[in-house]
């Protein structure tokens, strides 16, 4: 068969795709690509890897920073549904229980080397993703946790985070990323069994958060000795 009839046949064979197809492929390999290249690689060079032309690019993101956008929404705002937020928040199961059942389906989520690449990277060029997703995790993750907690301790859950808390969850929280960062971009050896890491994690931070917080909240309620 001649060069020509191939090619003709492997056209043929091709699907075209629709314009919302078309979208998400491009979204997904510029998702590879800014995880290998970092986001000081240009729109020419990722036409290439798609293997489109440039215009055909700009005709679906007019700017660079309009298919970064898009790929931090469908990366890291996608899977940070109210379905996570629901779980931590039903009190008919045990809080260890929820905080074990949320962070096995967070970090199935973040530990991977494309999805944690891609947030250093936009942390050292200064993007805005890194401030924006932090914010979230803060307000919609690390809050309801707290909220959780003074709850399981009998300690109002009406009131704002202190400052003291949120730092501590966040110690908990960062002690668990910072596991996949040591797995899938330092490649160094890590507790082999993910469950048991995320399950001693938990279990620390519930006894410290009641050690710390519980126990405060009981003298500052106690009645003072008269100094005799």
């Not at 998400?24 to 060079?45: I, P």
């Not at 898009?70 to 928040?89: C, F, I, M, N, S």
């Not at 890194?130 to 003074?150: A, F, H, M, P």
């Not at 958060?209 to 126990?215: D, N, Y």
Request: hydrophobic share 40%; aromatic share 12%.
């Amino acid at each position: 068969m001649s060069k020509k009839a191939i090619a003709k046949r492997s056209r043929v064979k091709q699907k075209r795709l629709s314009p919302d197809d078309r979208r998400q492929e491009f979204v997904a390999k510029a998702t590879e690509f800014f995880a290998e290249e970092g986001f000081g690689g240009g729109t020419r060079a990722l036409a290439r890897r798609l293997g489109v032309t440039q215009p055909l690019l700009y005709r679906y993101f007019p700017s660079k920073d309009d298919l970064i956008k898009e790929v931090y929404r469908t990366v890291y705002l996608e899977p940070l549904g109210d379905g996570w937020e629901k779980l931590l928040a039903d009190r008919s199961r045990p809080l260890p229980e929820r905080l074990k059942e949320f962070y096995e389906a967070y970090t199935g989520v973040i530990f991977s080397r494309t999805w944690l690449r891609i947030y250093f990277y936009s942390g050292l060029k200064g993007l805005e993703i890194n401030r924006s997703y932090v914010g979230i995790v803060r307000d919609k993750i690390l809050s309801r946790i707290i909220r959780e907690c003074r709850h399981a301790v009998g300690l109002s859950a009406q009131s704002r985070p202190s400052a003291a808390e949120i730092e501590m969850a966040w110690v908990f929280h960062s002690g668990i990323f910072y596991y996949g960062v040591r797995k899938f971009i330092y490649e160094a050896p890590v507790l082999e069994s993910k469950e048991q890491m995320i399950s001693d994690a938990v279990d620390a931070f519930l006894a410290g958060f009641a050690h710390v917080f519980g126990e405060k909240e009981s003298v500052r309620r106690s009645p003072v000795k008269a100094l005799v």
